[in-house]
Nanobody, 128 residues
């Protein structure tokens, strides 16, 4: 079984930056596609970004393109989300997810039900 643990969240001022991490344990990380989702208070969970097993393909929500960068280091079993120019509307719990089986097309990885494993989330709060 795969366990995912997010870290790097916290309080940041508007305009600042954060780098979130997702560490995988209990299995081999390198074959999995990975994704980031977030959920703000009173809202549904939404797709943020995804990356295929070797980092060749990355996908983003259009509104987040340019401020968000997803990456991974398979030698460390870790995925990252760099967020720049943060806004109060970025305040949310951020979750990482892993897809066990083959399939790394955009229309697959933007769907939350495409993933097999989920972390517990890390809180990100952006002050105005």
């Amino acid at each position: 079984q795969v366990q995912l643990v997010e870290s790097g969240g916290g309080l940041v001022q508007s305009g600042g930056s954060l780098r979130l991490s997702c560490a995988a344990s209990g299995s081999t990380f390198s074959s999995y596609a990975m994704g980031w989702f977030r959920q703000a208070p009173g809202k549904e969970r939404e797709f943020v970004a995804a990356i295929n097993w070797n980092g060749r393909y990355t996908y983003y929500t259009d509104s987040m393109k340019g401020r968000f960068t997803i990456s991974r280091d398979n030698t460390k079993n870790t995925m990252y989300l760099q967020v720049n120019s943060m806004k109060p509307e970025d305040t949310a719990v951020y979750y990482c997810a892993a897809r066990r089986t083959y399939g790394d097309a955009r229309d697959t990885l933007v769907r939350s039900n495409s993933y097999d494993y989920w972390g517990r989330g890390t809180q990100v709060t952006v002050s105005s």
